[in-house]
């Protein structure tokens, strides 16, 4: 079946400094790829998604390529801020499947920006 | 427009009790799927509707059911709690597609409702 790994964390950072999370999954098929990510208290939000080899995905300075050949998505973000503190999943679904109406998340990396 | 919305949004109950669980999806969702968020677990699938009908299942016990209504609200119930069941419970909507399967993969997602099993 499909699995999803993230990078353990907690992940503690200063203010502007540069975040990797690392992603790699095993899936058959063509899944389409995605980071989903929970503020405090809140619900999961999709983050950025790519739906095919060397898509690119990004959003408010997020970034993440979908490479194929090494099955993996990381995210990354040049200069984190304070507010970037959440926790970010990694996720994936198979849109080429018709009976296949899930996500399969990875575990979750906690994210903590310090001012 | 309003989001996702769950409740109750926190409860607590004792083993063997029996619990229901209620989503109101986006206005205009047809599909809502439900997840079980734990540490040890992560996020876990449980179930998918869409139009009324269960499309996808995840491997949870038979003591886990749900069900969606004519206006796209969905209950999950859970009977003879145990322990294990505690959890943070994520309600998430999306249009959904008659065709198949979560072709553009954007989960709208609840607050959830926290359960506590002692």
């Known amino acids: 079946g499909d699995s999803v790994t993230q990078m353990e964390g907690p992940v503690t950072l200063s203010e502007e400094a540069c975040l990797t999370i690392n992603c790699t999954y095993t899936a058959t098929g063509y899944p389409s790829l995605f980071w989903y990510v929970q503020y405090p208290g809140e619900g999961l939000q999709l983050l950025l998604k790519?739906?095919?080899?060397?898509d690119k995905g990004s959003n408010k300075g997020f970034e993440a390529t979908y490479r194929k050949e090494t099955t993996s998505f990381h995210l990354e973000k040049g200069s984190v801020q304070v507010s970037d503190s959440a926790v970010y999943f990694c996720?994936?679904?198979?849109?080429?499947?018709?009976?296949?109406?899930?996500?399969?998340f990875g575990a979750g990396t906690t994210v903590t920006v310090r001012a | 427009k309003a989001g996702v919305t769950q409740t109750p949004r926190y409860l607590i109950k004792t083993r063997g009790q029996q619990v229901t669980l209620s989503c109101s999806p986006i206005?205009?969702?047809?599909?809502v799927s439900w997840y079980q968020q734990t540490p040890g677990q992560g996020l876990q699938f449980l179930f998918e509707y869409f139009s009324e009908t269960q499309r996808n299942k995840g491997n949870f016990p038979g003591r886990f059911s749900g069900r969606q209504f004519s206006n796209s609200r969905s209950e999950m119930n859970v009977s003879t709690l145990e322990l294990g069941d505690s959890a943070l419970y994520l309600c998430?909507?999306?249009?959904?597609?008659?065709?198949?399967?979560?072709?553009?993969?954007?989960?709208?997602f609840g607050e959830g409702s926290r359960l506590t099993v002692l």
């Open positions: 206005s205009g969702h047809r599909s």
């Open positions: 790519a739906t095919k080899a060397d």
């Open positions: 996720a994936l679904t198979h849109p080429e499947r018709s009976n296949d109406y899930k996500l399969s």
């Open positions: 998430a909507s999306s249009l959904g597609s008659g065709r198949g399967a979560l072709d553009t993969g954007e989960l709208f």
